[in-house]
């Protein structure tokens, strides 16, 4: 894949995925497409034979792996992590409400998500539901509306005269989508919409009860390419689903030729704590399951290596003193290293040193990033995994500006060196990953 294909497939893989659940369909379809096999957690695995593998929880979470020979030989893993979901906004069960002739929809804020720029942008709804039909039997789908469908309209500044001074954001009473105008005395059906777009795929669905539903609100308008020479992309949740496709392409790029791994968790921007997350058991009951041997399984995530890609945090030109100075990643200046001194970043020497040879073997550059003394630091998967089955990791990710808004800035070439750097790291021999002895 070419820098131009890559760039054309990345636009296209966010585009579809306006949830977790898109995003993790679209990765299964393709892993499909390249042969891996779809296993599913309530069936009996036993011991597989060599081949390509992938398996869902959820519909929002995915691990998927390549296995030269069998996992009882003890080879081990190159693994790499991202997340799927991004902050935005979730619709409540009951969502409408009407006011002066407006019909409304309640919501819940998802994450850290950026508010003000949610402000006055078309918006669709997308997610998946729970629904049964005249058969009883309970089924889950998901559903895009792809239109626009709402909008939550500022106040005028006549009518605020201080917004661009003392602007803040009441989550309960000012992110309250617009989605139509009324008379009525009767609230809208709002399952009666999603029976329809569910109508659109499964005909049966025309006249569905409607169980439930985890939907959310997205902005419509798609990825692009701005700047003179097109060298900046925007777009919505390139926080993390510009990692997560890269990862995927790597994967299914760099052959079946060694013990490979990758796991996209769901729930990365409210903690990581559920079954699909990964403070959950979803990364190690499957490593239970390769290796039934609890010896074996300690000796191969000895010497495994994890890679956690999380977009970083690049210097913003007209807030460069939010940065430490010695610290300065730049947009289209190659995949960032992360490192913290309180482990919200799980990087340490062996491992960084480890990633820069892959981006030495790849032949693209690299930066490092430490957040300044006073100020907060965020995390990622990539302590927690640490934490919960023991592997060395090294935190990295593409350097963005506008981070949790609902239109993130990116280079376009980052995403495409965070692609080779991986797929090196998936081709590297054996005795690259393993840890060197300290020399006293």
């Not at 003890?74 to 009951?94: C, E, F, Q, Y």
């Not at 750097?421 to 006293?440: K, T, Y």
Request: proline residues 6%; glycine residues 8%; aromatic residues 6%.
């Amino acid at each position: 894949m070419q820098a131009s294909d890559y760039l054309d497939d990345l636009f296209a893989y966010i585009d579809r995925s306006p949830t977790a659940y898109h995003a993790v369909a679209n990765s299964a379809a393709l892993l499909q497409s390249r042969g891996f096999r779809r296993l599913r957690e309530a069936d009996t695995w036993g011991i597989l034979a060599p081949g390509s593998y992938y398996l869902t929880r959820n519909d929002a979470s995915l691990i998927a792996f390549t296995l030269s020979h069998s996992p009882q030989t003890g080879t081990p893993l190159r693994m790499v992590g991202a997340h799927t979901d991004s902050p935005g906004l979730k619709i409540k069960p009951n969502p409408i409400q009407m006011r002066h002739g407006c019909v409304q929809i309640g919501i819940e804020v998802y994450g850290g998500a950026l508010l003000a720029p949610w402000f006055d942008r078309p918006l669709s709804i997308a997610g998946r539901v729970s629904w049964s039909g005249n058969d009883g039997i309970l089924r889950c789908s998901l559903i895009d509306c792809r239109r626009p469908l709402a909008v939550i309209p500022s106040l005028a500044i006549h009518l605020d005269r201080e917004a661009n001074d003392k602007r803040s954001i009441n989550k309960q009473t000012d992110l309250v989508p617009l989605v139509a105008l009324s008379t009525a005395t009767v609230p809208p059906d709002f399952h009666a919409l999603l029976r329809d777009e569910l109508a659109g795929r499964h005909p049966e669905a025309a006249q569905a009860a409607i169980l439930a539903f985890d939907l959310f609100l997205y902005d419509t308008q798609p990825l692009g390419r701005v700047g003179l020479q097109g060298e900046l992309i925007t777009g919505s949740r390139l926080d993390n689903l510009l990692s997560c496709h890269a990862i995927l392409q790597a994967l299914v790029q760099s052959g079946t030729d060694r013990n490979r791994l990758i796991i996209l968790n769901d729930h990365e921007e409210v903690g990581s704590v559920s079954a699909a997350g990964a403070q959950g058991p979803f990364l190690q009951s499957v490593l239970e399951r390769l290796y039934p041997d609890t010896d074996l399984r300690r000796q191969v995530i000895a010497g495994s290596l994890f890679v956690s890609a999380d977009n970083a945090h690049a210097v913003h030109p007209n807030f460069a003193a939010k940065h430490d100075p010695e610290h300065l990643p730049r947009l289209n200046g190659g995949p960032v290293i992360k490192a913290n001194a309180n482990q919200r970043y799980a990087t340490d020497c062996l491992t960084g040193a480890l990633f820069r040879r892959f981006c030495d073997k790849a032949g693209v550059p690299c930066q490092q990033f430490v957040m300044r003394n006073d100020l907060a630091c965020g995390s990622t998967i990539g302590p927690l995994t640490a934490a919960e089955i023991g592997v060395a990791t090294v935190d990295v990710g593409v350097p963005q500006l506008a981070m949790h808004s609902i239109r993130e800035t990116v280079g376009h070439l980052d995403g495409w060196y965070l692609l080779r750097a991986l797929a090196a790291f998936f081709s590297a021999e054996d005795q690259g990953i393993r840890c060197p002895e300290i020399n006293p």
